[in-house]
Every structure is written in structure tokens, then in C-alpha cells.
């Protein structure tokens, strides 16, 4: 075991794939020499060679639909799109392509291939490196959608996703590629040193897709989270006294509808938490899961806390970003209804 | 104040020379002379062709005779072989265009006049050189000799379809063949065989890649993503435009076409350009051969565009009446690709009327055959796949909600 952040174990996880599977290979802009913006892919083409880690142009679409040929080829390509923000310019290539070869061919063609993006806010990144795009994936049928958030995860669901024979759509939480920010600026970040989900295993292992977590046992409510929000429910948890049971999603799509049923057949109450604008996003559909799942156990209206469905604004951004005191104060209303 | 600030702006939207009522007009285009282009060597580069893209290669004169440098000088067996591949093409094209007015199935899509670049093509390729192409390269199934009953169950989404019967007809696959599954949207495939043929350098293999779009969807991103990658990458791919001159109503001057050629978009890119007259057979497939052997020999990517003409509707559901003379096609000044070859072939003594004739009814009873053991298992919504296939091959293995969708059926 090693302590490592989320990027150290994020290149852990690449780095045991290309060394036991010769037909990993990584590309996209700035992933080459220089390791990528985030350095998620730091040293590989120095270990790998230039053939199977490089750069890519600046072109999305390119990336993804060359990643797709590859994949078909037989390849399990993994290819970084540098901001989850620059993923439109390849959309078509990946809802209409990607997600449905499998389907078009009955079988006959498959795209093994992973997309990483980071994705999120609180960095300061404005509209163009702040957004949370997952449900534009989750409405995808044929695409998986996995987000993790912790190192420990981020390295076993990459292994996961990548050893996947269906696309997968690997959203990283760049909030907290470094530490577990729980969305209260006004204490510092604790390094991921200092917590036990840094300690990673240097070699190869799984954590397997569609299954969630529960990170916190409660009786009184139960908070749907994945990403850097479970770190702000977390914390949310702690400070506002309710007996809450937090659950990390950790893949979008397939959920695991076993774990949502349970915790809030349990607690009767339900919040879900994102950083994406509220109409149509991943959170309504958790809401409409939790209702049809659990509609007889619940004691109160299902609340979403999220982003506003205003694009995302730089200089407001902590007016923005659900913070653990919006949470608290949504958590407040379900228990008191 | 400048000229320019003082003289009112005017847009300019391309029109075609001629529309329903019009005389078809194609004055004015002067092509070289067959035989008359010299062939370069394979590893010339980008730049040296650069006056490829605005001429034209052809072999085959008017009269048969083949011409030239590009002459491919295939014994008169392939000779056969291409132009019997191109006669069941038509043959296949002319039963399922009726089986949809018919109502046996829902579309279809002719390749009329197209037929050589399909079937040259797919004899210059390895058979199992991997071909991402469009929707008018049924040529190419034809020509690696897939089951016509496969490609008409296909069309029928009966319960033999490959493709269980999810595709829009003629959207066939088979990586058997070769044949990545067709895309409705445009030009996707042209990128993706970029990164599969940068795959088969990556793996040390030594297949390679062919694409196919027409002139009208050149206009997508992704058409210059894929030219992009291929230039970088020296991917080992043939990218090839199929100018036939109509996207669905628009005339290629939509497409950019009015101002430079379609060829010349590899220019910027530093890829080889090679304009061919794609009514030519001989010089579809030495321009293809040329192309070949750049991309095995790890000189990377060939752009072709071929200069042809779309002979029959874009598909079933349009009516070129509507939009362009109504006799356009036979004025064609390049001819109809299956006349030409056969006439080259009557002119070498290897071939004749007769024998042609003979070869078209041969195409129409295999055809025929194909059509009566396809329509035995049924044609459109007539022994469909089961309904619960809907949810098989969305993902490897079956999830819980798209479980719970498919047992949601039965309630």
C-alpha cells in the first residue's frame, strides 16, 4: 500500500493496464511528453514509448471517433478529453456512435474504449472548466457512466472500466484530485495523505461497476451523492446533527438500485446531491428511481440540492457550488416535512 | 471612406446549371485526356501532387481502348470478374429498388452509374483489408462475394437478418466481410477508419483501411477531423470522396464544390490528392492499387476523389425529377461505367454481346433466386426478430433496468 492522491492512483491504475495488456494505449491533448494538464498520465510515454501514450490535435471529435476505430480494431484504448467542458465537439461520435456499434451490429463490432474527463467545479475554472455534464451520458443508452470519489475507487473502477467491453464514460471530480475538498472554503483541504482511501495497492485491482457504496451508516435520511459531493455530504452529515446515511453511487450507469432501496426503505427520507444544473439532470432521475422504488417507505418529498440551471458563473462561483450549508439546510426541510 | 465601405455586401448562394425543364449543361468542364496523366511514384509527397487534385486520371477511352501510365493491365479473368460484380450490383439494386416500391420493405438505396468504384475498389483492396464505408458501397458486399440472401434479409428485417432487424435497410455489417456496420450519420466512418487503420500500425499488422463519403458530407467536421489524424498519424488509410455530383437535392456546389475541387481538401493537409474519372474502372482500381501500395509501404493516407454521377435518386424516398433534369444522367459526358468496361472488353477479343447479355440474365436469376429464398423467411414486419432481442447487444451483458424494461413487456 501507497498513500496516493487521485491522479497518482489514476496513472497507478494506467500504468498496470499498459503493462499487462499490450493493447492499452492512452492519447489526447497534452498527454504525451508532457503527462497531461492534470498529469494523470505522467511518465507513461516515458515507460511506454511515444507509441502508446501521445498527443493528440486539438479536435474531440477526432479523438473519440479515432479511439472508436481503435477499439473496433480490438485495442482497448483510453483517451482523455482535457476538460469534460470540450466533450461536445465528439458528442455525436459518442451517442451516436460509441454507444450504439454494439446494437447496429448485433454483436458483431464492440468499442472497448474508456473516455476520461475531468469534470466539476470549485477551481475557479469558469464556464468552460467547471461544468458536470454526466447526464448528458446517462440519457445515452449503451454508454456506462462511472465517477469515483476517492483514490482507492478512481484507481479499481478505472481497471474496471477499462477491462469493460462497452464504452465507459469516466468522469474524474478535478475538485478533488488532490484532496478531499468537502465544500468548506473556509478551512483548509486536507491532503488525500491524510485519509485511509489514499492508501492504494501499487498493483492491479478491481472495484467492480454498478455497485455503490455506503460510506456512512444513518437512520434518519438517506443522501445520493457521487463525485466531490460526497465529501460535502459528509461533511454535511457531521455538522447538521441528522443521522444521515450518505451512499457514493460510483457508476451512474447501471446504478445500483439495490443499495439506493435499502438505504432509503431504512431512512424514509431521501436528498439527492449534484454540482450540475437541476433541470433534467442525473438527480432527477434518482428522484424518479427513489419514487418508484421506494414510494410507500418514504416520510417526506424527495429534495435535489444542485447547481442552478444558470451556466456556470466565475466570479459566483461558491454561491453556485452546493456547499455543505445548502445541504444542511435541504436535509433540515426532509426531516422536518 | 474605402470602395468597400461604400458598395452594398451581396450573398452569394451557389446554383446549379440546370433544374427540371432545363437542358442538362456540362459545358465548359474539360477534362485531360485518357492516359494523358503521367503516375507518380508512391512515396512522391503531398506536395509534389499538388496538380493531381485539379485533373483527372483516366485510362479508358470512349471507344474501350485502354490509355496511359495508370493503365492497371489486369488480365481479362478480373476484367470478367468486375464487370460480372458490377452487373449483379445493378441486377441487386434494380429487384430491391421494386421490392420497396412493392412494399416488401421500407427503403431502399440504388448505387446506379456508382458501380465501378465499389467493385474496382474492393479487387485493388485485400479481401481482408477492412472498408468503412457509406451507404452506396453495396459494390463492395457484392464484390467479396457476402451472401445476397444476407444482405436481402438484411433489407427485409426478417427473422434471418443479421441485424435483427434494428437497422434502416441496407445498413449492413459484417466484419466477416470486412464491412463495418453503417452509419445514418454522416462521415462518422471516415475518422473512425483513420483510427482503425492507426490501430493495425500499432499492432504491427498489415491490413489497412478504406472509407468512403460522398462529396456532400465533406462539409462535416469530422471528414476533416479524420484528415487531420490521418496526416498526422500517417495513418495507413484511403479516403475516398465519391463525388456523384448530388447530395439528396443540393448540387456539389453546396458542398464547396464551385470554387476547387474535392481532391484538393488533401492539399492543406499534405495528403496525396488524386482526382479519378470514377466511371473508369481501370482507373478507379490503379489509383486504388497506387494507394494501396503507399499505405502498406508506411507512407500513410490517400485521398481519391471520384468523379462520377448519381444515376438514380438518393433513395427511395425522393424524387430527383423534382430537382435536377430529368435526363442529366444520360448526358453524363463520362459515360456509364458497365458500358464502358464491357466495351474495352469486346475490344481486347475477350468478350461480346452475347456474352453480356447472357451475364445480365445470369445476374437477374441469381437475384431472383436470392430474392424467393429472402422473402421465404419473410419481409418487413412478416417474421420480425422476438420483441425481447430489442434489449440484447445495448450492453455485453443485460443490466437490471434494461431487465426490468424488457419483463415491463409482458405485464
Same mark, same amino acid.
Given at each position: ?29 497534452? =498527454? ?16 511506454? @514509448? ?26 482497448? !484504448? ?76 478512481? %484507481? ?11 464504452? =465507459? ?21 486536507? !491532503? ?17 461497476? #454498478? ?20 465529501? +460535502? ?15 457514493? &453511487? ?15 426503505? %431504512? ?71 | ?40 511514384? *508512391? ?11 485539379? @485533373? ?30 458490377? =452487373? ?15 412494399? %416488401? ?33 453495396? @459494390? ?13 434479409? /438484411? ?6 437478418? !443479421? ?11 459484417? $466484419? ?9 450519420? &454522416? ?16 499492432? #504491427? ?26 496526416? +498526422? ?8 470522396? +465519391?463525388?456523384? /455530383? ?20 488533401? *492539399? ?7 482526382? *479519378? ?6 482507373? +478507379? ?6 494507394? =494501396? ?5 508506411? &507512407? ?36 456509364? !461505367? ?18 453480356? $447479355?447472357?451475364? /445480365? ?14 422473402? %421465404? ?18 450492453? $455485453? ?15
Amino acid at each position: 500500500m501507497t498513500s496516493m492522491t487521485m491522479i497518482q492512483a489514476l496513472n497507478s491504475a494506467l500504468d498496470n493496464m499498459m503493462a499487462r495488456d499490450p493493447n492499452v494505449m492512452t492519447f489526447g491533448e497534452d =498527454v504525451g511528453y508532457f503527462g497531461g494538464v492534470f498529469r494523470v498520465t505522467e511518465h507513461l510515454q516515458e515507460k511506454y @514509448g511515444a507509441r502508446r501514450c501521445f498527443d493528440a490535435p486539438i479536435n474531440e471529435g477526432g479523438i473519440t471517433a479515432t479511439a472508436i476505430g481503435m477499439a473496433v480494431y480490438g485495442l482497448r !484504448p483510453v483517451v482523455e478529453i482535457q476538460f469534460a467542458d470540450y466533450m461536445y465537439p465528439g458528442y455525436d461520435q459518442l451517442v451516436s456512435e460509441a454507444a450504439r456499434i454494439r446494437y447496429r451490429s448485433a454483436g458483431d463490432f464492440t468499442v472497448p474504449m474508456t473516455v476520461r474527463m475531468p469534470y466539476g467545479g470549485g477551481i475557479y475554472g469558469g464556464q468552460t472548466h467547471s461544468q458536470s455534464p454526466e447526464a448528458l451520458f446517462t440519457h445515452v443508452a449503451g454508454l456506462k457512466t462511472v465517477i469515483p470519489s476517492t483514490p482507492y475507487d478512481a %484507481k479499481g473502477l478505472l481497471i474496471s472500466a477499462i477491462e469493460d467491453d462497452d464504452p =465507459v464514460i469516466f468522469l474524474e471530480p478535478k475538485r478533488i484530485y488532490n484532496g478531499p475538498f468537502d465544500g468548506r472554503r473556509d478551512r483548509p483541504v486536507t !491532503p488525500w495523505s491524510k485519509h485511509a482511501a489514499s492508501e492504494v495497492p501499487e498493483d492491479h485491482y478491481r472495484i467492480p461497476l #454498478g455497485q455503490a457504496k455506503v460510506l456512512r451508516e444513518g437512520a434518519d435520511l438517506t443522501i445520493l451523492a457521487y463525485g466531490t459531493m460526497v465529501h +460535502v455530504a459528509l461533511a454535511a452529515a457531521e455538522e447538521s446533527g441528522i443521522d444521515a446515511e450518505v451512499i457514493d &453511487l460510483r457508476t451512474l450507469v447501471p446504478v445500483d438500485i439495490e443499495a439506493i432501496t435499502k438505504s432509503v426503505a %431504512k431512512t424514509g427520507r431521501c436528498v439527492v446531491v449534484h454540482e450540475a444544473t437541476r433541470t433534467s439532470g442525473y438527480g432527477a432521475e434518482l428522484s424518479a428511481l427513489v419514487q418508484e422504488h421506494c414510494f410507500y417507505h418514504l416520510e417526506a418529498p424527495i429534495e435535489r440540492v444542485t447547481g442552478y440551471d444558470t451556466p456556470y458563473p466565475h466570479a459566483l462561483e461558491w454561491e453556485y457550488f452546493p456547499t455543505p450549508q445548502r445541504l444542511i439546510k435541504a436535509m433540515r426541510r426532509v426531516m422536518e416535512a | 471612406m474605402s470602395p468597400s465601405r461604400t458598395n452594398a455586401l451581396s450573398l452569394h448562394v451557389p446554383m446549379p446549371r440546370a433544374r427540371p425543364g432545363d437542358k442538362p449543361d456540362f459545358s465548359g468542364w474539360s477534362f485531360p485526356e485518357p492516359g494523358a496523366t503521367p503516375r507518380p511514384d *508512391v512515396d512522391a509527397s503531398g506536395a509534389e501532387l499538388r496538380d493531381y487534385a485539379y @485533373g483527372l486520371i483516366r485510362v479508358l477511352d470512349m471507344d474501350g481502348n485502354a490509355l496511359g501510365p495508370w493503365a492497371p493491365h489486369l488480365s481479362p479473368d478480373t476484367l470478367r470478374r468486375g464487370l460480372k460484380y458490377m =452487373v449483379l450490383t445493378r441486377a441487386f439494386d434494380e429487384r430491391m429498388h421494386r421490392a420497396q416500391r412493392q412494399g %416488401k420493405t421500407s427503403f431502399y438505396m440504388q448505387c446506379l452509374g456508382e458501380e465501378a468504384i465499389a467493385v474496382a475498389q474492393a479487387l485493388a483492396l485485400s479481401p481482408d483489408d477492412m472498408c468503412f464505408p457509406s451507404y452506396r458501397q453495396q @459494390g463492395l458486399l457484392i464484390a467479396r462475394e457476402y451472401p445476397l440472401v444476407d444482405m436481402m434479409n /438484411q433489407i427485409y428485417s426478417n427473422a434471418a437478418d !443479421p441485424l435483427k432487424g434494428r437497422q434502416l435497410p441496407i445498413m449492413y455489417s459484417s $466484419k466477416q466481410a470486412g464491412f463495418f456496420t453503417i452509419s445514418g450519420n &454522416l462521415a462518422t466512418q471516415v475518422p473512425q477508419a483513420v483510427g482503425w487503420a492507426m490501430a493495425s500500425a500499432y499492432a #504491427g499488422d498489415v491490413r489497412i483501411a478504406a472509407t468512403w463519403l460522398g462529396e456532400g458530407s465533406t462539409a462535416e467536421g469530422d471528414f476533416h477531423s479524420a484528415m487531420t489524424f490521418a496526416s +498526422v498519424y500517417r495513418a495507413p488509410v484511403i479516403i475516398n470522396v +465519391v463525388n456523384n /455530383q448530388w447530395a439528396i437535392s443540393s448540387f456539389q456546389g453546396i458542398a464547396g464544390g464551385e470554387n476547387t475541387t474535392f481532391a484538393a481538401r488533401g *492539399v492543406g493537409y499534405g495528403i496525396p490528392p488524386l482526382r *479519378v474519372d470514377g466511371n473508369d474502372f481501370l482507373a +478507379v482500381y490503379a489509383v486504388t492499387q497506387w494507394a =494501396v501500395e503507399r499505405a502498406r509501404s508506411n &507512407l500513410g493516407p490517400t485521398l481519391i476523389e471520384h468523379f462520377s454521377y448519381r444515376g438514380g435518386p438518393h433513395s427511395t424516398s425522393d424524387d430527383p425529377a423534382r430537382y435536377r433534369p430529368a435526363d442529366e444522367g444520360r448526358s453524363w459526358p463520362l459515360g456509364d !461505367p458497365i458500358e464502358r468496361l464491357k466495351r474495352h472488353l469486346i475490344s481486347l477479343g475477350e468478350w461480346s454481346e452475347d456474352q453480356h $447479355k447472357a451475364a /445480365q440474365e445470369e445476374a437477374a436469376e441469381t437475384v431472383r433466386a436470392a430474392g424467393r429464398e429472402a422473402e %421465404k423467411v419473410g419481409t418487413l414486419s412478416d417474421n420480425a426478430h422476438p420483441r425481447e432481442s430489442m434489449f440484447d447487444d445495448v450492453y $455485453k451483458e443485460l443490466p437490471w433496468h434494461l431487465r426490468a424494461q424488457r419483463a415491463e413487456q409482458d405485464q
